[in-house]
C-alpha cells in the first residue's frame, strides 16, 4: 500500500497526444477518445485535463473553468473545522478503493466513475500516483472522503468530498 509520502513510480509516455492548452476550444470538454492507461491519464492530468465519459462507450477530456483545486500549501483549518474534526479520525490512503466507490454514486444521473474508471484510479493509487484522505466515525465507519491525482512534486488535486463536516473551507 502506497503513503502518502511515497514518491510516485516512473510511468513511461502516453500513446495519446492532448492538444495544447492554446489550441483548446471554448467548451469545458477539450477531446475526445483515448484511454484510462496509468501513462495516458498522468499525461492528461498534468495538462489540465481529467476524464469523463461523454456517452457509454466515448471518453472525455475536460478541463472546466473554473477548476476546483485544494491548494494543501495554504490550507487554512478554522475553528469550525477543527471542532468537526474532533468527531471524526481522519486517514490517509487506508481506504481508496472504498473512498472511490463512495464517490461512484450510482444513483447520480449520468454517474461516469464505472468499473473501469475504479480499476484504472486504484491502478493509479497502486502506483502511488493517487491518494485518499478518509473520515471513519467514532465506531470505525468510512463517514466519508475524497481522492486526487498527485501529478509532479505537487500536491494531489481534489476529485470528490463525502464528508463536507471536515473539507477543508478555501480563502
Known sequence: MPSWTDPSRPLGDSA???PSASRWPAEDLIAVGADLAPETLISAYRRGLFPMSVSEN???WWSPDPRGVLPLDS???TRSMRRSARRFDVRLDTAF???LRGCA??????????EDFIAAYTKLHELGWAHSVEAFDRDGTLAGGLYGVRI???SPASR???SSATRPRLR
Open 58 to 60: 466515448l471518453l472525455g
Open 105 to 114: 454514486n450510482p444513483l447520480r444521473e449520468r454517474g461516469w466513475i464505472t
Open 75 to 77: 490550507l487554512r483549518v
Open 97 to 99: 478503493e472504498r473512498v
Open 152 to 154: 509532479g512534486d505537487s
Open 16 to 18: 495519446w497526444a492532448f
Open 160 to 162: 470528490c468530498s463525502t
